[in-house]
């Protein structure tokens, strides 16, 4: 079944009754909710798509609180047993990486896997996958600039060797979203400017 915006919810409220620390649940509400604004201002047909991607994409976090390091592959795998669409499982591996690239993520290079790697590489990012992508780079617990929050990254998972290639395509990805919006991104969130 395609993922509608109740369907994530629900996923997301069971997620939250099963951890300890609800922290990616708020982060994740906090994407879906950038997400829709975004998808709306580019006048895509369904901005409630881009909130429920929003509020799934991290839904793996719940299987292994503890340690985080597969919640993209268990995510997916996770979303599949609930019977949502493959294409829709998907944002929990493309939200990580940038470009179908595995290597292209905040935190250093993950370990290798085939639905990082070729499986990646072959899916093709459409429009709403990149909003995500974008707003897992502009959000914690509340949206922020994109250059605030890899400053969060960078103090919590340190400089790796991937580091700079990570932030040059995310901003690479901000500018691309400023031309398609036809100015600058974070003019949909004034109460975030510095
Ligand atoms: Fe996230």
């Not at 994740?28 to 006048?43: E, F, H, N, P, Q």
Request: hydrophobic letters at 35%.
């Amino acid at each position: 079944m395609r993922l509608t915006l109740d369907k994530a919810k629900e996923l997301l409220e069971h997620a939250k009754k099963t951890v300890e620390n609800d922290g990616f649940i708020r982060h994740s509400i906090c994407v879906g909710d950038t997400a829709a604004v975004i998808a709306k201002a580019l006048g895509l047909e369904d901005p409630d798509y881009a909130r429920a991607l929003g509020y799934v994409h991290d839904i793996g976090k719940h299987l292994n609180e503890k340690d985080v390091e597969w919640h993209d592959v268990l995510g997916f795998n996770y979303l599949l047993e609930q019977g949502i669409d493959e294409q829709d499982a998907w944002i929990c591996m493309t939200h990580s990486y940038i470009n179908g690239d595995y290597t292209c993520e905040a935190g250093g290079i993950p370990k290798k896997h085939p639905l990082r790697c070729e499986k990646l590489r072959e899916h093709h990012y459409n429009t709403y996958e990149e909003i995500i992508n974008l707003c897992d780079l502009m959000c914690l617990f509340e949206t922020m600039t994109m250059e605030k929050r890899l400053i969060d990254l960078l103090v919590r998972k340190g400089v790796h060797e991937n580091t700079h290639y990570h932030i040059v395509e995310s901003l690479k990805l901000k500018e691309k979203y400023d031309k398609m919006l036809g100015h600058n991104l974070y003019d949909l969130f004034p109460h975030i400017k510095i």
